[in-house]
Every structure is written in structure tokens, then in C-alpha cells.
């Protein structure tokens, strides 16, 4: 059964407009099933260029880029794509000697990107990882490199030493990435800004279980807000917010669990709100079935005070925890002295990639 209820909302959620351009570089111990080596271009969370090293040449993932690139900035792409390739499967031998590591599955990634908000702000990120942990970042502000283990220490004293890295990435990330970003965003402006309204499921795996999800799959742009109510009253209490990924058509899912007492769902009505910038001034919400199982049925349509936009995040094939809570980052794609996109580029000088 549908519902459409008026209320009048006092929150009014709004969300910055950020841009973002990433590129992903992992490298992995071979006999697993998986490249070698991938290079995945983002733009906004969305996959719009990729390498690996099974097929060794760069791909369009979108029609955008298909469109705006020729035949040159696909050559040298690939070109930098082997060459990258043959540095990263390196930095894992390195790597495995350094942890004293002879044998198993190991993976070493590279993130670098940039960001621009609405304001003009902008900010610029290139990290590394090593099974999942955090290795060695650069620091903008202060040009240097943050190694957070005593393996990574050798690598920070080799690019610290004479600063000629940390001033190549700073104009990297600081003007050409940025111009990159503007650039790639009015080829692909079309494409970022569609809107598509998400599809809201709310179910228990049983009668009994303690957590309830709320799922939400298919939407565009990548902002969304799960939030869960209490016979009508905000729950924050016992409410795990998971992150949010792509689907294969590049669209998003994200789903929010919340822990709850089976008795407390039966004496009580739990719902889930999910508010998104294609649903205008509404919000879905999807109640909590009474005695567990699949699907909700009541679905509702609430008129709310509604805006976001698009805020950008980072999606790689294999994403490192980070101990800290800050973002999770992985491993950066550009060590030539600027990004494997980047027009004017045509160096292949990849040892400023080498740990």
C-alpha cells in the first residue's frame, strides 16, 4: 500500500557541490584470479578510463571521454600504463622485502586526485598503501611525506631529500590536476548532473534478528541520506551507516543498519528515510515489517525541504582501512610529472612511483 503524507520538516539538508578527478593504481601478487596491475580514472566516483595488465592498453569506460580524446591520448596513456605497470609490480617486491614477506597475496596502491568545491577551495591528495594499511602520503602544506611505518621511513628520506618530487606533485595537484577536473567535468557535465531517484528496499534476515537494513540502490547523483525514525522521532542510537558503492551501470547503492530488539520492533514503528536530490521536495520512506522477514510493503512519499548535490568519493578495486577515520585512500596513479590524462603529457619518467 502507498502513502503520501504532507509534513512540515524544520530540516533542511544541503550538501556542498564538489568535483572530483581520481586516479587508482594497485598492483598485486599474481596467481589470484585478478590483474596484476589496473589503473582506474574517476571523475566524480565515476569510472571513466581503465587499464590493467591483462589487456596492457588504456579503455574509455564512458562515452564522454570516447568522445573528447583521440588517438593520441589513448597511446600515450597506455604507453604510461606499462610503464606504470612494471614500476608497481616492483614497489612489490620492495615491499614484500622490506616486511620480510617470501610469500602470499600482497597489494600495493596508489591514489592521487584532486578536489574543487563550489567556492573555489580546492585540495589535493596522492597516497600509498600496502595490504590495506596506510604507507606513505604527501603532506601539501608542508611538501614533505608522512610515512606512518618504519618500512616506509627509507622512502620518505629518498623523496624528502632533495624536495624535487614533493614540488612536481605540488603543481600537479595544485594547477594542472585542477584544470584537468574542470576540464573533464564540462566534457562529461551532461552525465554527472542526471538524476535518477533510488530504489528503497527495508528488510530483517528473521523474525529475530537485531538488525534491520535499509537499502538503497540505483541513484544518481552519489549523495544520499539514510536515516531511521521511531514512531515518527530521529533514531541515532544503534545505526551503522555503511559506504557507498557503485553499481556495474554506474549508478550508486548504500545501505544503513540499525539495531534494534526484536519486542521493540513489534511494539513500535521503525522507518527508514532516504532523502536524494532526484526526489526534489520529497523523501522515500519504507516501514520496518512487523515479524521480521523480506521486503517492506508500506512505502511513503513525504514532502520535505530537500537539496543535495553531488559529493564526490573514491571507489578503487582494492580500498586500504585507515586507522586514523579520515577518508580511506588508496594508492595514486600519476608519478610521471603529471597525471597519465593530462594532454600535454608525454613523459614515461615513472621513477618517482618507485617506493
Known sequence: MEILLLLALGVHLTAADTHTYQYFFTAVTPGIHFPEFTVVGLLDGVQFEYYDSNIR???PKTEWIQKNKGVDYWKRNTQNGQGQEESFKGNVDTLM???NQTEGVHTVQMMCGCELDDDGSTRGYKQYSYDGEDFLSFDLKTLTWIAPTPQAV???????????AANQWRNFLENTCIEELKKYVSYGRETLERKVRPEVSVFQKHSSSPEVVCHATGFLPK?????WQKDGEDVHEDVELRETLHNQDGSFQKRSILKVPAEELQKHNYTCVVQHSSLGDERIVKEVPKGGGSIGVIIGV?????SLAALAGCVGFLVWRNSSGERNK?????PQNSSPSTDDDSSSNNSNNKV
Open 330 to 334: 588508496a594508492f595514486e596513479p600519476l
Open 97 to 99: 622485502q622490506r616486511f
Open 154 to 164: 627509507i622512502s620518505k628520506n629518498k623523496w624528502d631529500k632533495t624536495g624535487a
Open 302 to 306: 513525504i514532502a520535505a525541504l530537500v
Open 223 to 227: 549523495a544520499v541520506m539514510i536515516t
Open 57 to 59: 592498453k588504456a579503455i
